[in-house]
């Protein structure tokens, strides 16, 4: 039985790799940038270049089940990056079949969110779940679904935007869709900036330490330090975000009624600030057969680790 | 290869059952009173003394491939029926193993919605598609999800619950769950009465047929009947209620990327004049990816039949 899977996770920055066991123990890792060469030929050969020391060091291509990608619009079922906006290879590129020819191993390719729930899966807290679902809280909100033991990609590969699910009709403007009232509005790095910005404007009488802040420099990570120390407009900007967070889980339980709800990313650093509320509203919207059932939880993971782990999980799973 | 499935479909009132063909062909039917005995064993009798002479006719017991049962509450993981409120068997019933005892076939049980998105995959307008969801508008909203090929039914057999989902958070209160906002509030003929009581008290100077009904008596089917006629009031009950479907849709969309959405039940009935604001807002609410993909149509199976063919598709499923 082969020992070792290579995760690769391709940012729009950088693209991270390494070799990963069975157990989600991280071997061997490094790091490239994603766009220092012009060409994906290119790129695939400065990671080849980068692996192939780590793959020798580590007992040779037998030793190895295959390859996994996370990358920005990666198909499952085609194994193509198609028309990724932060990558410079345009168009749809064959990713998986071309790394496949390169490293002589099997390439499995899906979208980072997805290979986030890969990890869960199989490193992480939703270890040998079958019905789950994980929420990244970053600077969007994406997520990754688990149904009969397998991630669901939808009939075009596409499953999975649950960021982009409308929980306020009529609501905050999407800037990137032009959609208003989405979940990703509210529950992201950039949702809690917005509310922090609307609730000041809309209390100014309320004292604040958020006022002392200029507003360009106004994060969620600030936003939670005044909520820790106390500051009633901060603190009610996590109440806000875990109410329309939590609204937007209940949906999601009953539709697919999954074990465990994953939360991962910038966010969660709030933890019980975001978590209660959260949790509230998520049991006050579901009818009672899903009620009390569901573990909302935080992930285990390593921020720094989860990408390449997430990437290389995609190796193990079932087909 | 068996030729012939069985399709029971148990109501609160009726229990319809049927010889079916693997072409969707009903060869033999019949029903009779869901509560008429006393206990479950007597039940199962009375079914058995209906459905031997129906089986022998058609060839025996070695021509079936099994029976399947579209129950309330009723749970494919365990073949139980749970504490279903509208039957006489109180509690957890066991069906699925006490008719497989007494039919000496291998039976299937799960809940009617479900058992309508088996239907239409095996005989309908799903036929063969691996992801679909149908969505039956009734007195109430039920659904089916289809993903990877099979029911989606969680880890607790009990997902699919589209018509609880919050989609006007805030919004109108639910009678049964005492939740606000969901689907089933707006796009089930209850919710359709509501909207026309609404919407006659908030526009008094605006003439309407509408107004000409006693309000114990005005049901979707009137509001349809005015619409047609071009009543204003009635049209716009039914703009308003395909708004709020197609955004709740558009959100099941970016969860499990369908190839089709199945609508089903009374309010299709009203045709284009539901379909259309529907298909509007279900685009208008998706993101780019999965604009214009998606096939929004009506069941195509007939409504007397529709139960029986569901629950008898469920015998042909993959396991």
């Not at 969660?268 to 899903?290: C, H, S, Y």
Request: with cysteine; net charge negative.
């Amino acid at each position: 039985m082969s020992m070792y899977a290579i995760g690769v996770d391709i940012g729009g920055t950088n693209t991270k790799f390494g070799i990963v066991d069975r157990g989600g123990k991280i071997l061997e890792q490094g790091r490239m940038l994603t766009n220092a060469q012009e060409t994906v030929q290119g790129f695939i050969s400065e990671l080849y270049d980068h692996l192939s020391p780590l793959i020798k060091k580590t007992g040779g291509v037998s030793q190895f089940a295959g390859i996994g990608i996370g990358a920005p619009n990666g198909n499952y079922y085609t194994g193509n990056i198609e028309h990724a906006a932060n990558l410079k290879w345009k168009g749809i590129v064959p990713l998986a079949a071309m790394l496949q020819e390169k490293f002589s191993m099997r390439v499995k390719l899906t979208n980072d969110a997805n290979a986030a729930a890969a990890g869960e899966q199989q490193y992480g807290c939703a270890k040998g779940m079958r019905d789950f679902i994980t929420i990244t809280l970053g600077t969007g909100v994406g997520s990754g679904i688990f149904i009969n033991g397998k991630i669901v990609l939808g009939h075009d590969g596409f499953a999975g935007e649950l960021g982009h699910t409308i929980i306020r009709p009529g609501g905050r403007l999407h800037q990137g869709t032009g959609i208003r009232g989405p979940l990703e509005a509210y529950a992201s790095a950039t949702g809690v900036r917005e509310t922090a910005l609307e609730m000041l404007k809309e209390n100014p009488s309320t004292p604040s330490m958020l006022r002392e802040i200029n507003p360009t420099d106004l994060t969620s990570e600030k936003v939670y330090e005044c909520a820790v120390a106390g500051d009633k407009i901060a603190l009610d900007i996590f109440q806000f975000t875990g109410q329309i967070l939590g609204e937007a889980l209940a949906n999601f339980v009953m539709f697919s009624s999954p074990e465990a709800i994953v939360l991962f990313g910038g966010l969660t650093k709030a933890g019980d600030l975001i978590l209660n509320p959260t949790r509230e509203a998520m049991e006050a919207n579901l009818v009672q057969v899903f009620k009390n059932k569901v573990k909302l939880v935080f992930s285990n993971l390593k921020e720094a680790d989860a990408a390449i782990l997430g990437a290389s999980a995609l190796v193990w799973e079932e087909d």
